[in-house]
């Protein structure tokens, strides 16, 4: 049930967004909000960024657990023991 | 001495304004009046951009060995709320690695960073701050905090950076105003907190333009009188730019329609118009306010030349570095008679009081029509910009770190293991694989002094679905001589995972062998690699891996035995080469004739970025 109305409602408003975005006056106003407030473009910004996937920081060491550098294994095992030990 | 200094001030959004100048600046200043004390630099590997720039400003400054990347857990700005717990583990794992380096003194040259950015700044979270300085440039949001402070979200993250100031044992404030108003404001004992003033960039020195470059320079901003200039160094309600413009109309007609107003600052669209609004309601034509956008420095020093007066009306400032940058540049300055400003100017006939316009009318009249002020300004400008250096403010920054640590009790590294337990005390950090394998990461990246460097040698490249007998060892003659040695670590590309890295290559280098774990590299390690590379060297270029090394501080070699090949047996396309000579720390040719016909090569293919030195030697000679 729960998974049909939100399906329902993704069919339903997802189009109405879209409409309502293309109107030149909302994007007026939203243009004219974001020049009147700086803050707010960075913190939406800031809200779509932390939907993206993670930058691969260290681009020369893979981020997947089972196939890690010795040194970073390590730190891991020992990591994942204690947090372990956290939770229980 | 060992000093650590944390150059995040000259990594974030800050490095294009006054804090990332003054890090940049005083860091350089430090490097050139070190004498016996030993510098390192640490620097935030989120932040990748600015750690190849710096590692290449830097260059013949410091050795690279001594510039260290620290690593952060994923994201961690502080504008998302949800990260806060990884921010915690990051402030910490940022203590340890720079209590690894086995400092005398720690100085964070900027700590409030890392609102919108993965920038990590703190004091004792996990190391006692005793022994780490920071730089003061200012406490203006925790005074007017209705104005910088109006959201309880903000005011909490400010105040964790003023505990983390607190906790530091000695500050160093770029004006004696910021140092009293640190005291006051703080409640800090006075010898905890150190002057060491600032000063500016060298390129503002009086411009010597000719007056057709003058008049360019003037039409190009639409200046078409003379000028009253203002450059406020960014858009805010203290900068008090309306008023400066409420004194502008109340000039005499005369002096009015003899200058114009030009504000000199990047401004936004909405601040534009609030500004234009305001110059309407004064009854300003439009022809009085010249607004200039973002200017880069050249044309700053050009307008300072070309203006009558230079006129800085802020009401609150920690030291006010474009009224010096006016004075350095010879331009008659006038300024505000509050907070660091009077030191700043050094002259009591040329300040004013900025919450009266009338005032600061008055005093601009009154320099345009005295021609004995006028010429008195114009003489002290350039003597008071002189008595500000760069060498003085990092000489008295370095007496103040060595009074500082003869005082001080030592802050050693604490041990891994208690790092984990306080990583594992965080509160909501969550142990899943992700987060653990960033932390692990961090961990990994650690430095280790007592390690020695190792060398690498790269055999080529793993292809996707063998077992581990790397390809591209055909006709590389030179490679085989330095895998002889002992001391080399045999590696080779892999892409598996989807990220492009060196692995162990498997010892027997039969394709019988498993693929060897992965490589971890570390500052001061030297990668070797031939100069006949393959597609998956390309491929790997793409990725980053090269610039990823690179910043980390691996020095990266390229042995030359003939001209490179291509791995397609074309010319064209190699300019990927030419940017990964310019990461290379050298490059070994095998005999004279290889060094003149791989110079002659490079030449002739023109590539963009300086090369690295050219070696006639044994490529063993490495190991």
């Known amino acids: 049930m729960k998974a049909a109305l939100k399906r329902a409602g993704h069919v339903l408003l997802v189009p109405l967004a879209r409409q309502v975005a293309r109107r030149p006056r909302l994007k007026r106003l939203a243009r004219s909000l974001l020049g009147r407030i700086p803050a707010l473009g960075k913190r939406i910004n800031a809200m779509i960024g932390r939907t993206e996937p993670l930058p691969p920081r260290r681009m020369h060491v893979p981020q997947d657990s089972a196939d890690l550098s010795p040194l970073t294994r390590a730190a891991y095992d020992e990591l994942k023991r204690r947090f372990q030990a956290r939770k229980s | ?623």
């Not at chain 2, 333009?209 to 000028?227: K, Q, S, Y």
Request: contains cysteine.
């Open chain 2, 1 to 623: 001495m060992r000093i650590v200094i944390d150059m995040q001030g000259a990594q974030t959004a800050s490095r294009y304004r006054g804090i990332g100048r003054y890090t940049t600046a005083l860091t350089r200043g430090i490097l050139r009046n070190a004498g016996r004390h030993d510098i390192w630099i640490v620097l935030n590997g989120a932040l990748e951009e600015s750690v190849t720039q710096i590692r290449a400003d830097l260059a013949g400054h410091i050795p690279h060995e001594r510039i260290r990347v620290f690593e952060t857990p994923g994201r961690i700005a502080e504008i998302d709320a949800r990260g806060a717990p990884r921010r915690r583990a990051a402030e910490m794992l940022r203590e340890q690695f720079i209590a690894l380096l086995a400092p005398d003194l720690v100085l964070v040259t900027s700590l409030f960073e890392g609102f919108h950015d993965d920038a990590v700044g703190s004091v004792g979270t996990f190391i006692d701050g005793a022994r780490t300085a920071v730089i003061l440039y200012d406490l203006i949001p925790l005074l007017n905090p209705a104005s910088y402070l109006d959201s309880p979200y903000l005011r909490q993250c400010y105040m964790r950076k003023i505990a983390s100031l607190q906790r530091a044992g000695l500050l160093l404030s770029i004006s004696d105003y910021a140092r009293e108003e640190a005291i006051a404001a703080l409640g800090l004992p006075p010898e905890r907190v150190v002057a060491i003033s600032t000063a500016v960039d060298e390129s503002f020195v009086p411009a010597a333009l000719e007056p057709d470059e003058l008049d360019a320079v003037r039409r190009r901003f639409g200046i078409t009188r003379r000028m009253l200039m203002c450059a406020p160094g960014g858009f805010d309600p203290r900068k008090n730019i309306q008023g400066l413009m409420t004194a502008y109309s109340l000039l005499p007609r005369a002096l009015r329609e003899s200058h114009q107003l030009v504000l000199a600052s990047h401004l936004a669209e909405a601040q534009q118009s609030a500004l234009l609004a305001h110059a309407g309601s004064l009854g300003l034509a439009a022809s009085d306010l010249v607004l200039t956008g973002y200017l880069d420095d050249a044309d700053l020093v050009a307008l300072y030349q070309a203006a009558d007066l230079f006129v800085f009306p802020s009401l609150h400032e920690g030291f006010g570095l474009p009224a010096l940058e006016a004075m350095a540049c010879g331009t008659p300055t006038i300024a505000s008679n509050t907070t660091s400003l009077p030191e700043v100017i050094g002259l009591d006939e040329a300040l004013f009081d900025p919450a009266h316009p009338q005032s600061i009318a008055d005093r601009i009249a009154r320099v345009l029509t005295d021609s004995s002020l006028y010429e008195r300004l114009r003489r002290h400008s350039r003597t008071q910009a002189a008595k500000f250096s760069w060498d003085a403010t990092a000489e008295r920054a370095l007496r103040a770190l060595e009074r500082h640590a003869v005082m001080t009790p030592a802050t050693p590294a604490r041990s891994t293991d208690d790092l984990m337990q306080a990583l594992v005390a965080v509160e909501d950090l969550p142990g899943d694989e992700q987060t653990l394998v960033q932390l692990a990461s961090c961990v990994a990246a650690f430095p280790d002094l007592a390690a020695p460097s190792r060398l690498f040698v790269d055999l080529g490249h793993i292809p996707p679905g063998t077992q581990g007998a790397p390809e591209g060892l055909g006709g590389i003659g030179a490679i085989p001589d330095l895998c002889a040695a002992q001391s080399a670590v045999r590696v080779a590309l892999s892409a598996s995972g989807g990220v492009w890295h060196y692995r162990h290559a498997p010892a027997n280098g039969t394709s019988s062998s498993q693929p060897g774990p992965v490589a971890d590299m570390r500052t001061c390690d030297r990668l070797v690699i031939h100069a006949g590379t393959t597609a998956a060297h390309r491929a790997a270029w793409t990725d980053g891996l090269y610039a990823s090394l690179y910043r980390l501080g691996v020095q990266l070699y390229i042995v030359a035995d003939g001209i490179p090949g291509t791995p397609d047996g074309a010319d064209n396309g190699l300019a990927w080469f030419g940017k990964m000579l310019g990461c290379a720390s050298g490059v070994i040719c095998t005999s004279q004739a290889v060094a003149e016909a791989f110079a002659a090569w490079c030449a002739a293919h023109e590539f963009e970025r300086r090369l690295p030195p050219f070696d006639v030697a044994a490529p063993a000679r490495l190991a």
